[in-house]
């Protein structure tokens, strides 16, 4: 077989005028790729863009609605109760008394020689419920049910009871407890409170179900006698928590209470003589905060928009979306909101820059504190500024957080500028690529055809300049002999 090496025969460079040639040929694909590449600079522009909207919107959602500036804080004097207020609290002050916390009801066994010890099999019966104050007797929580769990001869160790208390959802918690000395089974209430003492009643496959051998040494029974029924310690009495406030006694079956007062989650902590004092009050330092955000998110979003949108006349450098008109429309219509006027109730605030939001020469927002502060003392009048829900037929009317909130998101709902604009650059993206592609192809048989071409004309120039040389040669050698 022959061995061919394009320009060997005629010393043509067949590489590189293909090389050449093909530069001119891949010119149209330079083009497309060079445009698919500003075309992915726009899209993670309008991607900036989008975010930064985006957060700019949840920034003014959180004052957009009179709820959210129903903001109160609860101090408390100190560590006896605390409370959390909730949107609908209500100023004032109260005296929380703990005379009781509420605790759940725990027992614990005697002590066996490991977690692997053997109790014996049989049924265990859980019940949740009340001791009688005078003579124990039992009433089961009628907001509960009796769990019974059968343990098998083979799987009665006190892990494998304890694992099975666990998986009977039966209200009570079982752990293992290694003294040392050996394993003790603790039982433990999920739920504190005087209604959720345990009771455990066991039917012993040895026929004796109280005594203190067999699976019977996890019974109790409080109304029963110590070692036949009552077989358990019982560490820890369950109890209701009982508390005074503002001098009215109440009972909680747990340490979390909510809405013993108006808007409020007390969390009892410490039993003492000593009433608590805590004070609810308009939580004036998270609504500045509010602000704060929205103003940071405001100036995030002008910083993007104008490095997006800028020309720099020195440089002759242009923002990768300079001149795009849904770009610039986001930060005109943003702005005129900002700069427009509100019409509410006599006497309300009418401009942004009324209570402290004032726009700078760069198109960025600062808050006047002394401005802030001294609305803050007509906190109901800002409230409508920035959350009113307004009339129907008058714009002005809504406040500026909702305001704000809806034309961000008008930019971003699915028929959105910003949205529909960049569907449209992912679609051009697409076609891009399509483009590309198809000529990639037509390009690699258009290589293919050159190389071919000048491969054939390499093989005739190599032929003639064979049948040159040889003519020379003869030429030559006759020319020679006739002179001699």
Known sequence: MAISAAGIGSGLDVNGLVTQLMAAERRPLDLLTKA?????????????LSGALSTFQDAANNLATASKWQVYKAVSSDTGASAMASSTALEGSYNVRVDALAKSSSLVSSTFASSATALGDGTLTIELGTYAPVGNAFTINPATTAVSIVISPGSDSLAQIRDAINGANA???????????????????????????????????????TNTSGLSRLAFDRSAAIGSGQNLGETQVA???????????????????????????????????????????????AIRKSVDTLIAAYNDLNKTMVDLTKYEAESKKAGTLQGDRAAVGVLSQIR???????????????RLSDVGVQQQNDGSLKLNTVKWEAAGATLDRVARLFSNIGTVGIPTSVGFAKRLQTVAQSFLNSDGTVTSRTAGIQASIADNKKQQAVLSDQLALTEKRMRLQFQGLDTRLASIQATSAYLTQQFSALFNKKSN
């Open 336 to 350: 005129a909101t900002i700069r427009d006027t509100f019409s509410g109730q006599t006497g309300d605030y009418i």
């Open 171 to 209: 209200g009570v918690t079982a752990s293992i407890a290694n003294t040392g000395s050996g394993a003790r089974l603790l039982l433990t209430a999920k739920d504190s409170g005087a209604a959720n003492a345990i009771k455990l009643t066991v039917n012993d496959a040895d026929g004796t179900h």
């Open 239 to 285: 109890q209701d928590a009982r508390f005074n406030i503002n001098g009215i006694d109440i009972v909680s079956t747990s340490n979390l209470v909510q809405n013993a007062i108006d808007g409020l989650t007390l969390t009892l902590k410490q039993e003492s003589p000593t009433a608590t004092r805590i004070d609810i009050s308009k939580d004036t330092e």
């Open 36 to 48: 698919g590449t500003g075309l992915q600079t726009k899209l993670s522009a309008f991607g900036r």
